[in-house]
C-alpha cells in the first residue's frame, strides 16, 4: 500500500508542476504581441509584478521544505516574471509614439454617403409603371368626334 501512496503523491505532484508552469507560461501569447507592436497596452504591469512577487513567495516556501516540486517551477515564473517587467519597461512609451503618429495624420471630413435598398428601387419602379399606364389610358381614349 505505501507504494500506492507513493506513486500517486509522485503523479500529483507532476500534475501541479505542470498546471503552475502553464499558468506562469500563458502571458508569452501578449509577451509576442507586445514585441510585435511595441506597446505594452495588453500587459498591464500590476499582474506581472504580483506574479514576480507571488513566485519568490512560492521559491521561498519549497525552499525552506526543501520540496522541489514547490520551488523549481517557482523558479520558471520568477524569471518569466522578471522578462514581463522588462518588457514593459522598455515599451511603455511605446504606444504614447504610435499615437503621436497617428494624431499628424489630417482626418477628412466626413462624406455624404447614400444607401438605397431593395425597396427604395422596387416603389420607384411601381411608380414609374403607374405613371406609365396612365399615359397609355390618355392617348387610348378617343379624341373627340365632333358629334
Not at 511595441?38 to 525552506?64: A, D, R
Request: aromatic share 10%.
Amino acid at each position: 500500500m505505501p507504494c500506492m501512496v507513493h506513486f500517486v503523491s509522485k503523479f500529483l505532484d507532476g500534475v501541479c508542476v505542470s498546471l503552475s508552469v502553464s499558468v506562469f507560461a500563458a502571458p508569452l501569447s501578449i509577451v509576442a504581441q507586445v514585441v510585435r507592436t511595441k506597446s505594452v497596452e495588453f500587459m498591464p504591469f500590476n499582474l506581472s509584478f504580483t506574479l514576480t512577487l507571488s513566485t519568490t513567495m512560492w521559491f521561498g516556501y519549497g525552499f525552506f521544505l526543501k520540496d522541489i516540486c514547490i520551488a523549481l517551477p517557482n523558479v520558471l515564473g520568477f524569471v518569466l516574471g522578471l522578462l514581463q517587467m522588462l518588457l514593459y519597461a522598455i515599451y511603455r512609451n511605446g504606444g504614447e509614439k504610435a499615437m503621436k503618429k497617428e494624431k499628424k495624420v489630417p482626418i477628412e471630413p466626413p462624406k455624404s454617403i447614400v444607401i438605397e435598398t431593395q425597396l427604395e428601387k422596387i416603389e420607384q419602379e411601381k411608380k414609374n409603371k403607374d405613371d406609365d399606364n396612365e399615359e397609355k389610358d390618355k392617348s387610348e381614349e378617343p379624341i373627340g368626334c365632333g358629334v
